[in-house]
């Protein structure tokens, strides 16, 4: 038997994660508390590393390897190196945040790049098998970092709701593939398309294959009506954590969901795309009515959440590559969107006091000019308002629904639209038009301040330049 | 006409850097004066432009002037497109102007949080001039929407007890509205291969999709016009509004709403306008005579002000309006131009009445911290000069002959009896019923006697608020007896619209 050799350059941005959060793993054993800035510098320059590794063997061609179970393309780069920089952000953001309340431990870091190895192979992924590792190894590690308060009863919660639902959309997208490969009778994504273009995809096992696909994913990007984790998750874990897992994993579920729905299963189109239509619109529906009601801003960001996802699934449904790449623009402007909601949340917040209801943020213009200001652009943006770039996210993912002809969906999507703009109006006016309750300074560190500036800077800026972005989104796909 | 300078660009950039400037500025100690200057330079420098525009522009041709045009999102075909004609010259020279009315009216008058106030004004100044200047619907659509945020924050901020609500209700309302028109503009995208709004007007369209298209852009711009029914946003964001914010709404923002019509309705969908011009033309009238007997009880003056501007848009949705039905009785289009530059001038001259009016209630709001007609009387016994200017302006709101006010709603009856003497005579109504509101307003709070000790008390307007009225009575005179180098402007422009749209599209 012939043993062909891997070509492991492909996947070296994975293997330098991996090695290095071994490395940490056991550096961090010998490290006392006073120097856990050791771990955070060393996970922030695995960040860097594998994001000058990306960068220097972007240049290779596609490329399939492991025996056609991991690819390597530029749509995965362009992702990788999203998810390098919005983990990078929510370790900066998380630092003190944690230190302040006795969670800075080298666990976090750890989980946190064990989770972001597990998005990298889910980006990678070109196989059913590879797809679920990753999958598994980015649930798992998340799991655990909800978890990491454990004296907390709330967190706790969230962790165990998480686990146990995130097990079953598992399970659920476990036994989607199982009939999928039972029948095409192959794990790989590529194989996949190819059977079912050859014309078996009226074979009903495989449309009941699609059903538990598509509903798996659903459960981990929390489309409705499979939303449910999603509030409580988010509201329940220590916020650098809710930042966590409300921004890096979208991008990741985004990555399957185009590799298995769009690429592995395209043939089926007119079928999945019926379910998205459902789920979307219930998303949007759904996730913008509930954060109307909501007080506490965390809860509210979720159902945000919720409803982004809808109009995200928007751009997949179209079924055409500029609805694939504005689905993609609109889930990278999103992450930068949550990262800033809720870092600002940690911004607000100190020792011993949570800044995670709506009225935390009264007066906050009065307080501090500059970061009122920042959040109104991003509070603007989640709205879809111009000048910021959520509203080219909308309009790119608008202007692909209304090319294929599905103009009553668009307006539909607009409609609902504007009901979210009340709920981030609401921050604004807290923000703006309230008398301050709690006039304390601002505590956070220069870093801090630096980034978040940074994250509300970008999102105004690439919302008056967008065009490098759109266009980065449209060739990695093209 | 080519300038050397991006002269547009100015007037956009110029403002909005301006505005971040005096943030810059303002985030010292005892900044304020500093602030206002710097201000009233910005405001001042955009509106010395804006007359280089006025005169540079070359009348005798509807071609698009001071054209830029450059690459802006070149995956989406966006381009950075602008330019003005003979319609949206006007506008964009009376929101500098507006500008600068409202630094100055708020000099002393805004204590907390000056720098940001200016800063609000100065920006939204830089993107109400390019809404009006830009040829790319996309770029359109963002000055648009992106004129809101400083607005509802100004509402928010320094307005008055129901500002919250107000400012809420006008952020959505308008949202609302104009998400629709962005849904239309994609469409005509992929109808047309660009987002170029001339474009647009060439593009043939079948009779369904513009009637869609039409109802599309009739929400858009009819919340912001504001069209009877929905126009209830309008009194309650001016009331709360502070001075200044009511008259940049009043001033610019409502003709907005209006210049949407005339740049996107009529020239994209002119057979979806011919066939339901009826109902522009009854929403019009519903406005310009329900409104006005609503205007006839109100209490509160800014209220009144708001109900009478909602009853003067109606003029200039119906001039525009008119031009189906004369075309269908004469086939020519000759009395229609009447018709629509009359509404075109209304648009110009209610931009000064109106924010005049907004102004002179500043003046007493400031000096008695109430709007109710109630607590006023015999104002000019105590504040001869300010009288003076109060009753000028309410005459020439309700269009006295001699003033802006008369020459637009004059032009637009004319217009009107071309079409039908029904359209006209209840259209003329409004003058008696606009003289009733104002007239009637003005002897309650202006003459007879002293009221009471607050009136008693009250000082008369100090030199800056003597050049705050004066400027604006100045050009509400100007156009009264002398209306044509504006007329000038229009005609060609007009001539070219009036020709376009009477072709079908179908």
Redesign the interface.
């Known amino acids: 038997m012939e043993f062909t050799h891997p070509n492991f350059y492909a996947a070296m941005p994975e293997i330098f994660v991996l090695a290095m959060a071994c490395i940490i793993l056991v550096v961090d054993v010998f490290l006392s508390d006073r120097n856990r800035v050791v771990t955070y510098l060393m996970a922030l320059a695995t960040l860097f590393g594998a994001a000058v590794l990306t960068l220097t063997l972007h240049s290779s061609p596609t490329g399939v390897t492991f025996d056609g179970m991991f690819i390597s393309d530029a749509m995965g780069d362009l992702l990788k190196m999203f998810i390098y920089v919005v983990t990078a952000t929510v370790f900066l953001y998380s630092r003190e945040y944690l230190a302040a309340r006795g969670l800075l431990r080298g666990e976090f870091f750890v989980l946190g790049l064990f989770g972001l190895l597990g998005m990298m192979v889910m980006v990678s992924a070109y196989s059913m098998l590879t797809l679920y590792l990753g999958l598994e190894l980015m649930s798992l590690a998340l799991y655990a970092m909800v978890a990491l308060n454990r004296d907390s009863v709330a967190s706790s919660e969230a962790a165990m709701k998480y686990f146990v639902l995130g097990a079953l959309a598992s399970g659920l997208l476990l036994y989607g593939m199982s009939m999928l490969y039972g029948a095409t009778g192959t794990l790989s994504i590529g194989g996949l398309s190819e059977r079912i273009t050859q014309g078996t995809s009226n074979d009903p096992v495989l449309l009941f294959g699609l059903v538990f696909i598509i509903v798996g994913l659903a459960f981990k990007l929390g489309a409705v009506p499979f939303h449910m984790w999603i509030p409580d998750v988010y509201h329940g874990a220590p916020t650098s954590m809710t930042l966590y897992i409300s921004s890096a994993p979208k991008i990741a579920a985004f990555a399957i969901t185009i590799r298995l729905v769009a690429d592995g299963l395209g043939g089926l189109h007119m079928h999945w795309q019926e379910m998205m239509i459902i789920l979307s619109m219930l998303s949007i529906t759904v996730g913008n009515v509930i954060a109307l009601a909501q007080t506490n801003i965390k809860r509210m960001l979720a159902y945000s959440t919720i409803s982004h996802i809808g109009f995200m699934l928007l751009g997949i449904l179209t079924g055409t590559v500029a609805g694939y790449s504005a689905a993609m623009f609109y889930i990278l402007v999103y992450t930068l969107m949550t990262l800033g909601g809720f870092g600002m949340i940690i911004l607000l917040s100190r020792s011993g006091f949570e800044a995670d209801r709506l009225e935390d943020f009264k007066g906050l213009?009065e307080r501090s000019?500059w970061f009122a200001f920042m959040m109104?652009i991003i509070m603007?943006s989640t709205a879809g308002?111009?000048?910021t770039v959520g509203?080219?996210a909308k309009?790119?993912v608008?202007?692909a629904v209304?090319?294929i002809d599905m103009?009553w969906l668009?307006?539909f999507a607009?409609?609902f639209?504007?009901i979210g703009?009340?709920y981030y109006?609401r921050v604004?006016?807290y923000m703006?038009?309230e008398k301050a309750d709690d006039t304390a300074p601002l505590a956070a560190s220069l870093d801090m301040r630096a980034v978040m500036s940074l994250n509300g800077i970008v999102v105004l800026a690439l919302g008056v330049f967008?065009?490098f972005l759109?266009?980065l989104c449209?060739d990695v796909l093209g | 006409m080519s300038s050397e300078l991006p002269l547009l660009s100015l007037l956009i950039w110029v403002p909005i850097v301006g505005g971040l400037a005096v943030l810059a500025v303002g985030t010292g100690n005892n900044s304020a004066p500093a602030v206002r200057w710097l201000s009233l330079i910005v405001a001042l420098v955009t509106f010395v432009l804006s007359l280089v525009l006025f005169f540079d522009f070359d009348r005798s041709t509807y071609l698009m002037q001071f054209v830029e045009k450059a690459p802006w999102v070149p995956v989406f075909d966006i381009y950075y497109h602008l330019g003005v004609d003979g319609i949206s010259m006007p506008l964009a020279v009376l929101t500098t102007f507006t500008s600068v009315i409202v630094v100055l009216a708020a000099w002393e008058v805004i204590r907390v949080r000056v720098a940001q106030y200016m800063a609000a004004f100065l920006i939204m100044e830089g993107m109400m001039i390019g809404v009006f200047c830009a040829l790319d619907a996309v770029l359109f659509y963002v000055f648009w929407e992106a004129m809101l945020i400083p607005m509802f924050l100004v509402i928010g901020i320094w307005g008055g007890p129901r500002r919250i609500y107000a400012a809420l209700k006008f952020f959505l309302y308008t949202f609302l509205g104009s998400v629709l028109l962005l849904v239309a503009l994609i469409y005509l995208y992929f109808q047309a291969g660009s987002f170029e709004i001339l474009d647009f007007h060439a593009l043939k369209i079948g009779l369904e999709a513009q009637i869609l298209i039409f109802l599309a852009f009739l929400v858009a711009f009819a919340v912001k016009v504001p069209m009877w029914p929905v126009h209830t946003w309008l009194p309650d964001a001016h009331v709360e509004a502070p001075t200044g914010g009511s008259v940049v709404l009043a001033a610019i923002m409502l003709k907005m709403g209006t210049y949407g019509f005339i740049r996107f309705m009529l020239p994209i969908t002119p057979d979806a306008s011919a066939e339901l011009d009826g109902l522009i033309i009854t929403l019009s009238l519903i406005a310009v005579i329900y409104i006005a007997l609503v205007a006839l009880v109100q209490e509160d003056m800014k209220k009144l002000i708001a109900y009478s501007s909602i009853s003067h848009m109606g003029f200039v949705t119906l001039g525009f309006f008119l031009v189906f039905t004369i075309f269908r009785d004469s086939g020519s289009v000759q009395g229609a131009a009447l018709g629509v530059e009359g509404a075109l001038v209304q648009m110009v001259s209610h931009g000064f009445v109106s924010g005049a009016m907004f102004l002179c209630v500043g003046v007493l709001y400031d000096r008695m911290h109430s709007r109710l007609i109630g607590d006023y009387g015999g104002v000019i016994n105590t504040m001869p000069h300010f009288g003076a200017f109060m009753v000028f302006f309410a005459l020439a709101n309700a269009g006295l002959p001699g003033t802006s006010g008369f020459v637009g709603e004059f032009l637009v009856i004319m217009g009107a009896f071309k079409a039908n003497f029904w359209y006209a005579l209840l259209a003329a109504t409004s003058l008696i019923l606009g003289a009733a509101y104002s007239l009637w307003m003005v002897k309650r709070v202006v003459f007879g006697k002293v009221a009471n000790d607050n009136v008693a008390a009250l000082k008369d307007i100090n030199p800056r608020e003597m050049l705050v009225l004066g400027s604006v009575a100045f050009f509400v005179l100007l156009l009264g007896v002398w209306p044509d180098p504006l007329l000038e402007v229009m005609h060609s422009s007009v001539a070219h619209l009036l020709a376009h749209v009477t072709v079908s599209k179908l």
């Open positions: 213009n000019p109104l603007f308002v111009p000048p509203f080219y309009l790119a608008l202007r209304v090319d103009v668009a307006v607009v409609l639209s504007v703009a009340a109006l604004v006016k703006y038009f967008p065009g759109m266009k449209a």
